[in-house]
């Protein structure tokens, strides 16, 4: 297998793992449930940073979701 080819398959795992944790984070808030949505807050800030660390999101892009979110719970 191409290193190219392993790092997609790779990111595209990690970029699904984020879309899933941020759906769940935001069906969390659409249910009123604000105090699971707040200790769910740290390990998707913390899984966002990892994505970057890994090189399979921008810094920028990063930034702007976990924003967005944080705003979202307040």
Known sequence: M?????KHQHNRSVKSRLRRLEKDYRALLAAGKKDEANKSLPALHSAFDKAVKAGAVPR???????????????
């Open 2 to 6: 191409r290193a190219s080819e392993r």
């Open 60 to 74: 920028a892009t990063v930034n702007r979701k976990k924003s967005r979110l944080a705003l979202a719970l307040n």
